[in-house]
């Protein structure tokens, strides 16, 4: 994804060309991207081979998942909708982790009866439940446990999960009790440990802090953990200010960590696979002008895109066609939802922009379309995929009719 001759291209394809034959906005993503990270992501572990499952929360898009699928990846899911597509995607069920601190019966039937790799039970009353389920159906079901390490992420507090005051896994004593019960129970398996600290990680420190905590309690409780499941949350870079994440300080890490625990590690990235593939295209409606600023009035908004409401995220703002003039103005990014909260980026010293130009919002293939809304009974945007010189819809744009 790159500017020739001032106009953004994603693989070889003009953003403007896009915008003409779709309408706007587009969820937009490049393949040879995606290509490269799930290949580079397996690379940077590559001395322990672990295995990889994808976060579907984070792009839950079938035909993207299938992709994903294709180079050798598993799944990580979170619920019974994400299990569906999952394997509508074609995953081996035998690479597929089920997460999340409130599964139902129903859900956790479903997934027992299609034999995923493990279940990641978050309470004693879900370990209690899995037993139920297991023992109606005479089936042995695999296992593991959510441990919350009480280690801080030194991410935003509302993507941090491993501190203990997070609803997410157990504490140390807990953990250590489910253990114990779990060893005793005829129809369970109890096979991994699991952690997930939080989302958007880009300092290693507590990962290495979390391990501390997880060598720690497998050393106390001496038993043996097929899977060490160390979640994700490795961050990327959503500008030049954002430091990015010393891999190879946190593969050393897990490397002597296994000196150890002769376990197999499994990871869920989401973001760090996705989140730099996608870019939303979006065609300017009107530009209110104002005293110190001017409203820059998007055709998408944050029914479309979240994080910046939710978490005040920063997604980069850049023109689909260069030009030389800068505008003295400040232009702030807003969408046409009734919430003073629709607005995206406020910046200084933007090109000169004008109505029906075409901008892009960069980096949101991750937690973009997947935590999208009809609010304001707004269709969602198609999605796109390009490789190479080819296009290819992988979800149509929502219709009117669909929603009315
Ligand atoms: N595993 C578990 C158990 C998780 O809860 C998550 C993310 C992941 C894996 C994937 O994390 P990643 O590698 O994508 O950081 N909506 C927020 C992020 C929420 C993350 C929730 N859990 C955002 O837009 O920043």
Redesign the pocket.
């Given at each position: 994804m790159r500017y020739i001759n001032k106009r953004f291209l994603i693989e070889n394809i003009s953003v403007t060309n896009l915008a003409k034959k779709f309408n706007t906005p587009i969820y937009c993503y490049s393949y040879k991207k995606l290509k490269t990270n799930v290949i580079s992501f397996k690379n940077k572990f590559k001395s322990f081979n672990p295995l990889i499952c994808f976060?579907v929360?984070?792009n839950t898009n079938v035909n993207l998942l299938r992709e994903i699928r294709k180079l050798g990846y598993g799944a990580?899911v979170?619920s019974i909708g994400e299990l569906m597509k999952a394997l509508k995607a074609g995953f081996n069920p035998k690479k597929i982790v089920f997460?999340?601190v409130g599964k139902t019966s129903n859900e956790l039937n479903y997934a027992i009866n299609k034999n995923i790799l493990l279940i990641?039970a978050e309470s004693k009353s879900e370990i209690i439940e899995i037993e139920k389920i297991a023992k109606s159906k005479k089936k042995y079901v695999n296992i593991g446990i959510?441990l919350n390490p009480n280690t801080d992420a030194k991410t935003?507090t509302?993507?941090s999960?491993g501190k203990k005051e997070n609803k997410?896994g157990v504490t140390e004593k807990t953990f250590i009790e489910l253990v114990k019960h779990a060893k005793k129970t005829k129809y369970i398996n109890l096979k991994c440990l699991?952690v997930?600290i939080?989302?958007?990680?880009v300092n290693n420190q507590p990962y290495e802090k979390m391990l501390k905590v997880v060598d720690r309690i497998i050393k106390k409780i001496n038993h043996k953990f097929e899977f060490i499941d160390l979640?994700?949350?490795?961050?990327i870079s959503y500008n030049n200010k954002v430091k990015k994440l010393n891999y190879k300080k946190y593969s050393t890490a897990i490397k002597n960590f296994l000196k150890n625990h002769k376990s197999k590690i499994i990871f869920?990235?989401?973001?760090?696979?996705?989140?730099n593939t996608g870019i939303l295209i979006s065609k300017i409606i009107y530009i209110k002008k104002n005293k110190d600023k001017d409203f820059i009035i998007l055709d998408t908004a944050m029914n479309d895109l979240?994080?910046p409401a939710?978490?005040g995220?920063n997604h980069q703002i850049i023109p689909a066609i260069k030009k030389s003039k800068n505008s003295k103005k400040t232009y702030e990014f807003v969408g046409p939802i009734c919430e003073s909260t629709d607005k995206f980026l406020t910046l200084k010293n933007f090109q000169k922009l004008n109505e029906k130009d075409l901008i892009i919002i960069c980096d949101v293939g991750?937690?973009?379309m997947?935590?999208s809304s009809n609010y304001n009974v707004r269709p969602k945007p198609i999605e796109i995929l390009v490789k190479g010189s080819k296009i290819r819809i992988i979800k149509k744009r929502q219709k009117l009719k669909d929603l009315i």
């Open positions: 976060a929360k984070s990580d979170v997460s999340g990641n959510r935003l509302q993507i999960t997410f699991s997930h939080g989302s958007q990680i979640g994700g949350g490795m961050g869920e990235p989401g973001r760090s696979i996705i989140g979240m994080r939710l978490y995220a991750a937690y973009g997947s935590l």
